[in-house]
């Protein structure tokens, strides 16, 4: 088992001095197909020029943005890389948007396996866990699949940082709820993620229930664009509240300034 590579590797999406993560994502339209803010390749490779710059820790990338960015991440330094190893047909950006399946029936697999990530230059596993499917043997076939791919990636030295989320009509309207959060955390620890991408839920003591909870770094997803002053807020809180950091995608490249938006982020994550 490489559990000494999956450390190291873990260890480049740290900052150095503060221990903590700002994590920029940008793999959307592996799943959403073309998403204002990255819709060509001058402005993708642009973008991930801007977040290397302003001193980011990681960037989640689609293998054909590793690609894209082959020249730029090359380079000496800079962030670590997580690489979007699955794909799912419930997500779509909006002139895609008929051809969006609901949680009945969606499905999600992956598609790149940790041996070709490695080969990629990834430092890391990027995996969905969607829990609260109305089929329970829906459910428990996600699990499964998350587990068996932590064990397979951690054979090769790859750590894997899991989004778990509830989703599901059972679950609609409540997403973001405490108890949500925290039960999606703890299955994903429990199956051996090595990091947590999850919703925020509502409060910093909220989060940092689910913080003490489970074993494993937390990071927190910034989801649709909003007025910037409340993501700052909301990224302060997430500092408090005792998590690594924070993975922010739209608020970043959808953002009316996005350097004044990478700037910002830095200051609160990563340099109180």
């Known amino acids: 088992m490489g559990e000494l590579g999956t450390r190291r590797r873990l260890a480049r999406f740290a900052d150095g001095a503060t221990g903590r ?14 998403v204002p803010g990255l819709a060509g390749v001058e402005e993708r490779v642009g ?18 943005q590793l690609r894209e960015c082959a020249d730029l991440l090359a380079q000496p330094g800079g962030p670590g890389v997580w690489l979007t190893v699955g794909w799912t047909n419930l997500w779509r950006s909006d002139e895609a ?7 009945a029936d969606g499905t999600y697999r992956e598609v790149v396996d940790p041996k070709t990530a490695v080969a990629l230059g990834a430092d890391g596993c990027h995996v969905y866990l969607l829990l609260g499917a109305t089929d329970p043997q829906v459910e428990a076939d996600d699990v499964a699949r998350v587990a068996t791919y932590v064990q ?10 899991v989004e778990a989320m509830v989703r599901g009509p059972r679950a609609a309207g409540a997403e973001r709820a405490p108890g949500h959060v925290a039960f999606a955390a703890r299955i994903a620890a429990e199956v051996g993620a090595d990091m947590l991408k ?13 913080v003490a909870d489970v074993a494993v770094p937390v990071l ?18 997430v500092v408090r509240a005792g998590a690594q950091g924070v993975v922010y995608g739209r608020n970043v490249f959808q953002a009316d300034d996005p350097d004044r938006a990478l700037a910002d982020l830095v200051e609160v994550v990563l340099d109180n």
Do not use: N, W
């Open 21 to 34: 993560s700002l994590v920029i994502a940008l793999s959307h339209g592996m799943l959403m197909g073309r």
């Open 47 to 64: 973008l991930v020029e801007r977040a290397v710059r302003a001193g980011v820790t990681g960037l989640i990338l689609s293998p054909g």
């Open 198 to 210: 999850l919703e925020y839920p509502g409060s910093a003591d909220a989060l940092a229930g689910v």
């Open 152 to 161: 397979r990636a951690h054979e090769y030295g790859m750590p894997v940082l």
């Open 220 to 237: 927190v997803l910034g989801g649709s664009k909003r007025p910037f002053d409340e993501v700052r807020a909301e990224a302060t809180d």
């Open 97 to 103: 948007a008929d051809l969006a399946h609901d949680y």
